[in-house]
């Protein structure tokens, strides 16, 4: 017998936003918990605020989890801030709070000379992987990157150099989980650091897994979602429990 709740889990995805690197995921999750991706739009150079206009209304009325991947964090932690009723708990995967790579921070401006094209792509996709690399993975990451424009990509790269979101995260009440990845080649371990000097009751669950996380390990991440919705979501609300047969 599974048990079912009604509790969502809504996913914002890293910086492609295509949102179609996490089927094996939901696989995992299924059919205790639904998991909802939702993917931006390929054709618009939103930053950070056009893209909270955007999943505002998409968000469920009916309670859920909040996992931001990557690029998508500090927009997990704005919406966080917002304290809608039914958001429930913030999960942060491989992110950051404020420009992760600091050491670039006066080089926004070099980020459109950067190459972009498919052989980049594909090496791009296996640096990221590292020792995980796959080819299922490493084709889906290539065809997700593929799709985007290049001046989309480099837009919303921009944005992640010149965010700070780190005043909202340190007022967040609700439960809050971070999956760091042991082997993140982009995203590196004081950005996980930061943020738990700042919330310190925040769960902190290193795993071995490069950068993408989600995809590379995704039955150990979904183990750690169910456990923080079980030790901190469910046994609040078990009224939003049904049985599965």
């Known amino acids: ?8 889990i809504v996913l914002l995805p890293g910086l492609d936003g295509t949102g179609t690197l996490y089927q094996q995921l939901a696989d995992q999750l299924a059919p205790e918990f639904e998991l909802q991706v939702i993917a931006y739009p390929l054709d618009q150079l939103w930053g950070y605020t056009e893209l909270l206009e955007y999943i505002r209304p998409q968000l469920p009325k009916s ?13 997990g932690i704005v919406l966080a801030a917002e304290k809608l009723p039914s958001l429930k708990g913030l999960v ?19 980020v459109d000379k950067l190459p972009w094209n498919e052989l980049v792509h594909h090496w791009t996709a296996l640096w990221l992987q590292g020792r995980y690399a796959s080819p299922e993975l490493s084709t889906l990451m290539g065809n997700a990157l593929t799709i985007v424009p290049e001046q989309v990509i480099k837009h919303r790269a ?7 979101v780190l005043a909202e995260f340190a ?19 004081f950005n996980a650091k930061t943020l738990q000097q ?24 979904a183990w ?16 939003q429990a049904v049985v599965v047969n």
Not at 158 to 164: A, C, F, N, P, R
Request: charged share 15%.
């Open 63 to 75: 309670p859920f989890v909040l996992l931001a991947e990557s690029f998508s964090g500090p927009l």
């Open 171 to 189: 007022g967040l009440t609700l439960p809050l989980l971070y999956l760091q990845a042991r082997h993140d080649r982009l995203i590196w371990a």
């Open 92 to 110: 942060l995967c491989c992110t950051f709070g404020r420009n992760p790579l600091p050491v670039i921070k006066g080089l926004v401006g070099a």
């Open 224 to 239: 750690q979602l169910k456990q923080f919705i079980r030790e901190h979501l469910v046994p609040a609300a078990p009224q």
């Open 1 to 8: 017998m599974t048990i079912k709740t009604q509790l969502k």
């Open 158 to 164: 921009k944005q992640t150099l010149e965010v700070d």
């Open 198 to 221: 700042l919330q310190p009751k925040m769960q902190l669950v290193r795993l071995d897994a490069p950068h993408f996380l989600l995809q590379a390990i995704p039955e150990q991440a």
